[in-house]
């Protein structure tokens, strides 16, 4: 309704309403125009607003035409607002800080985009997708196991077709034939090996492949799971007169269901024992806890010459009943010295000791693995992260011990042993340097995950450039995510795709 200080006024042809008075004429017709100038001012007022609302649109909507990717899909994706969590991309960057990454005509990165990168620049130990030159500032000296694969197939031996099939068919330890094509995984031929071992050795593969951001070369290849390497395979060790074995990282770098979990879970476990206990509270003494049926002759060798001693904390697990005396790997940590004997050729503890800040007391490594040539045993460095025994001399005294046959002979490899563990416990604060610096050298870079996936992308384009024929892919072969999903079984056994 109308405000009561205002009567309605007729809209005849008179305008005014019969009978009206002079007065109330002169008055009406002041409210009338004061009331349409005012609706006037509105409508003027709600026009501007509308007008330059209109200019503003059609400023943003030029502006995204000319500033913005011409595509929908572009035009969309620009107009989205970021995550909360999202940061400012367009900082200046230098000293090993990020930079505008370089792409090839595919999209994969060549190179990690960052400048002026040294071992000191900053990184993450369980990245898996670290780039080419990442690896290479982070880990100098780590990939001396492939050049040596690689002179020697390019200088000694050929890797052509007929030696690939030769290797892979010798009925010789050969647990899978693998592809690697586009950055993807493919299985030509299994057979599963003792535990656990094809199938995590495999997933470190696909790990390494599908997690690389630069394009791979195609490679194909055969694999032995075994403890002792194989003629032209991809292996777990080497002696060290086997130069024609490709060494790749144990597949406990992925896992050791078995006996120890996954790898990275184990790391995890580990720390936190190692910030419960601190150096000062561990025990000061030489542990070891295994099994006598493996590396018997020198696990034998090693107990004897620590018997007796008051150091010693050296025990066998007889798993057959019930193993009472076992210790978790992670536990392995709260001794400050690990006795290292080795297996039926390598000993698959090493790693997770290396990841402990112990100091391991071992002799002079018999087998090789991807990145044993990195110890340092001299006393006087100061980067020195393990203990070798001194050699034993001829004189020397000696042990009886059983070969893996059981036959019986006198061994003296441990017969210094005394010698350095009295040596590490009457100078500790050289023993917790040593141990600093395996933890240091080791668990922070050299064995940590990054490091695997960086060694096998390093190891497949290595091996590329050394095989003398094109890899192809049939149709028959398995991709590795259905080799995975079908049991660990290859595509023509399940009927899967």
């Known amino acids: 309704m ?5 009567r309605r006024v007729p809209t005849g042809e008179g305008g005014l309403s019969p009978g009206a008075s002079g007065n109330d004429s002169s008055r009406n017709a002041r409210v009338l125009i004061t009331s349409s100038l005012s609706r006037i001012v509105a409508r003027l007022e709600r026009t501007r ?69 040294t071992y000191d620049s900053p990184f993450n130990r369980d990245d898996y997708s670290l780039t080419e030159d990442e690896c290479d500032a982070f880990f100098p000296g780590l990939y001396k196991e492939i050049d040596r694969s690689v002179q020697h197939y390019s200088t000694v031996e050929v890797f052509d077709k ?28 299994y057979r599963q090996s003792d535990f656990t071992r094809s199938q995590s050795a495999l997933n470190l593969l696909h790990l390494a492949v599908t997690t690389s951001r630069e394009k791979l070369p195609n490679i194909e290849f055969c694999v032995n799971m075994m403890d002792w390497g194989s003629r032209g395979k991809f292996g777990l060790d080497r002696g060290p007169d086997q130069r024609d074995v490709w060494l790749m990282p144990d597949y406990g770098w992925f896992a050791w269901p ?31 806890r295994g099994s006598m049926k493996v590396g018997t002759a020198d696990r034998e060798s090693m107990k004897q010459m620590a018997d007796g001693h008051s150091w010693n904390d050296v025990q066998e697990v007889v798993w057959s009943e019930g193993a009472t005396n076992a210790v978790s790997m992670e536990d392995h940590c ?26 391991i007391v071992t002799h002079t490594p018999r087998w090789i693995q991807h990145w044993t040539h990195l110890y340092n045993a001299d006393w006087n460095s100061p980067d020195q992260n393990i203990v070798y025994v001194d050699p034993p001399k001829p004189e020397d005294p000696s042990v009886p011990v059983h070969g893996e046959n059981g036959a019986q002979f006198n061994d003296n490899t441990w017969a210094h042993l005394p010698k350095a563990m009295d040596r590490l416990l009457a100078d500790d604060a050289r023993a917790k340097l040593i141990a600093d610096n395996q933890w240091n050298f080791f668990r922070e870079r050299y064995v940590s995950p990054a490091s695997a996936t960086c060694y096998w992308r390093k190891l497949i384009k290595g091996f590329a450039t050394t095989q003398r024929y094109q890899v192809d892919l049939s149709g028959d072969e398995t991709t590795f995510e259905t080799w995975l999903l079908g049991a660990n079984r290859l595509k023509q056994d399940t009927g899967f795709h």
């Open 334 to 359: 709260r001794w400050k010295f690990h006795g290292f004997p080795e297996g039926n050729t390598y000993s698959g503890r090493l790693r997770y000791l290396q990841n402990c800040r112990v100091v």
């Open 162 to 189: 007929e030696y690939l099939d030769f290797t892979c068919d010798d009925g010789i330890w050969s647990n899978a034939r693998v592809i690697v094509y586009e950055n993807e995984v493919y299985l030509k031929h």
């Open 258 to 288: 078995e006996h120890v979990g996954s790898y990275k879970d184990y790391r995890r476990r580990s720390a936190k024992v190692e910030k419960e206990v601190g150096w000062a509270g561990k025990v000061p003494k030489l542990f070891w």
């Open 49 to 117: 607003v509308v007008m330059i609302a209109i200019v503003i649109f059609l400023v943003f909507v030029f502006g995204l035409s000319i500033t913005e990717p011409t595509t929908a899909d572009g035009n969309y994706a620009s107009r989205l607002k970021p995550g909360f969590l999202s940061k400012n991309k367009g900082q200046s960057i230098s000293g090993g800080q990020w930079n505008a990454q370089r792409f090839d005509a595919d999209g994969w990165v060549k190179g990690s985009g960052r400048e002026n990168l």
């Open 2 to 6: 109308l405000p009561s200080t205002y």
